[in-house]
């Protein structure tokens, strides 16, 4: 039986490293290699609905995320038409990528993602897990 994954850092020190956090709906995925079973991470078209940090004109545009799918963060994986709470670097190419689990989009994550970024440290009590 697979052990459940835990993140090793905070929700407040993944938004600290994260450029850019955002809402949106996968639009499409493009996979690496037809072979889906051997793929370890993939790129999605993001349509972005909300900018919670970031570049604010990033907003009501299509992305392209990588690093969906990678064994290396734990909820990382996303279907098209998914909408999630997308935590993301920019990388030297400019370039999005994934840099911490995805979240659902819920009021709760919501109000404790924008405490975060606020700057207000969180205490979970409960499904810390999950953020």
């Known amino acids: 039986m697979a052990m459940a994954c835990k993140e090793t850092e905070t929700l407040n020190e993944r ?9 949106g709906t996968v639009q499409k995925i493009y996979r690496k290699s037809p072979d889906h079973s051997f793929i370890l991470d993939y790129n999605a078209v ?45 990388t030297e190419n400019g370039f999005l990528k994934l840099n911490s689990s995805v979240l659902r989009i819920s009021i709760p994550n919501l109000d404790i993602m924008d405490a975060v970024i606020k700057g207000k440290k969180i205490l979970c009590l409960k499904a810390c897990d999950s953020y």
């Open 46 to 90: 993001v349509l972005v609905k909300r900018v919670l940090k970031g570049d604010k004109k990033l907003q009501n545009n299509a992305l392209v995320v990588a690093g969906l799918g990678s064994r290396l963060i734990c909820h990382s994986v996303v279907k098209e038409r998914d909408t999630r709470i997308f935590l993301v670097i920019e």
């Open 15 to 23: 938004e600290e490293r994260a450029d850019v956090i955002f809402t």
